[in-house]
Structure formats: structure tokens, C-alpha cells
T-cell receptor, first 109, second 115 residues
Framework: RKEVEQDPGPFNVPEGATVAFNCTYS??????FFWYRQDCRKEPKLLMS???SGNEDGRFTAQLNRASQYISLLIRDSKLSDSATYLC??????????FGTGTRLQVFP | DGGITQSPKYLFRKEGQNVTLSCEQN?????MYWYRQDPGQGLRLIYY???????QKGDIAEGYSVSREKKESFPLTVTSAQKNPTAFYLC??????????????FGDGTRLSIL
């Protein structure tokens, strides 16, 4: 079983839609979590950290459920520019980042 | 501007040749990392360094070597022992984690191909 698992998608949604991605992690000792965004053939860029209490940044909301060991990312009012691959990342107890393989989002007009 | 610079952007390797990928950061980050990304596989950790003159193997270190003589620099050598080097190589850096919520920031990558 992979340490961080994501549905690869693609998720095809119209502009203005709300879309949610889930991610599960296997190491209960993981303390910190992040969502990164990666555009085609580019480097990953930090989208947001994920806090235990949940956090919001504009149209993006991240949630952490430690009991069930999953993380979610909600995108409201999708824009064409949101089309990218979203990487779920967990910081292991050995201070290494463990990356999921990513979920691809395609927003269409 | 502060950031992480990788060079070259594209690199071609001949059979039996060693090549070195450069990674420099001016963010005063303590830790630096090298990842490899293959299609559909996500990022895999090759080597990482938490402090100058010290580094550890990641999950796929075979066929690679690194050095960390300066805080700002963490070059990666892809040796001839690495039989499948074609990939997108990403360098990242961060402040020391030690339980705190320190994300990594990435350079814009080097694409390595075999000639």
C-alpha cells in the first residue's frame, strides 16, 4: 500500500463548479500535510498547508481527519486556470515529504 | 529575488557518461532535497541533506551521488550506474522541519534524457 494515496482522476468539471479531492495516508505518525499544485511539465508549487482545524485560502479549503487518516481539498467556483495536477503531501516522522501521485483536474468552459 | 535555481533546464547524457545537475538556493534554507519524477509515479526522493557536509540516501539513491560543501548548493551527479536516468529532476529546499510545519520549495527542474 502506498504511503499517500490519491485518485489520479482526471476530474473534468465545468467552470464555476465545486470539486473535492481526497487523499489518504498510512503513517499515523505523520504530523504535517500540504497540498501542492503542479502544472504540466513544471515544478510543484505549494498551494496550502493543511492544519488540524481546517483552513481556507480564498476559494480553497483544506481539511484533515486524523482519525480516518485522510486529507481533503475543496475548490469552489472553479476557474479554467485551476486546471492542473494536485499533489497531496505528508511529512513523515523522519522529516521526509511523502508525495501522492497527484489528482488531475481539468476545468472546461 | 530569493529562490532555487536549477541548471541546466535540459540535459542529454551519452551512454557511460556521468552528468551533474546543479541546484543553488539563496533562501538560507538548511535542508535540500533531490527528487525524480517519472510519468504517473509522483516524486521519489533520491538524496537529502539537512546540514552542510552531511547527506542521506532517499528511496532511490542507487546510481546517484551528491555533495553538500556549501549551504547554498546541492549538486546531483547521475552516474553511468543509473541505467534508466531519463526523468524530470527536481531540487527542493526548506528550513529544518523538526516537527514544525515547514514546506519545501522547488526549483523549476531539469529534464534529463539519454542520447
Amino acid at each position: 500500500r502506498k504511503e499517500v494515496e490519491q485518485d489520479p482522476g482526471p476530474f473534468n468539471v465545468p467552470e464555476g463548479a465545486t470539486v473535492a479531492f481526497n487523499c489518504t495516508y498510512s503513517n499515523s505518525a505523520s504530523q504535517s500535510f500540504f497540498w501542492y499544485r503542479q502544472d504540466c511539465r513544471k515544478e510543484p508549487k505549494l498551494l496550502m498547508s493543511v492544519y488540524s482545524s481546517g483552513n481556507e485560502d480564498g476559494r480553497f479549503t483544506a481539511q484533515l481527519n486524523r482519525a480516518s487518516q485522510y486529507i481533503s481539498l475543496l475548490i469552489r467556483d472553479s476557474k479554467l486556470s485551476d486546471s492542473a495536477t494536485y499533489l497531496c503531501v505528508a511529512l513523515s516522522n523522519t522529516d521526509k515529504l511523502i508525495f501522492g501521485t497527484g489528482t488531475r483536474l481539468q476545468v472546461f468552459p | 529575488d530569493g529562490g532555487i535555481t536549477q541548471s541546466p533546464k535540459y540535459l542529454f547524457r551519452k551512454e557511460g557518461q556521468n552528468v551533474t545537475l546543479s541546484c543553488e538556493q539563496n533562501l538560507n534554507h538548511d535542508a535540500m532535497y533531490w527528487y525524480r519524477q517519472d510519468p504517473g509515479q509522483g516524486l521519489r526522493l533520491i538524496y537529502y541533506s539537512q546540514i552542510v557536509n552531511d547527506f542521506q540516501k532517499g528511496d532511490i539513491a542507487e546510481g546517484y551521488s551528491v555533495s553538500r560543501e556549501k549551504k547554498e548548493s546541492f549538486p546531483l551527479t547521475v552516474t553511468s550506474a543509473q541505467k534508466n536516468p531519463t526523468a524530470f529532476y527536481l531540487c527542493a529546499s526548506s528550513f529544518q522541519n523538526r516537527g514544525s510545519n515547514q514546506p519545501q520549495h522547488f526549483g523549476d527542474g531539469t529534464r534529463l534524457s539519454i542520447l
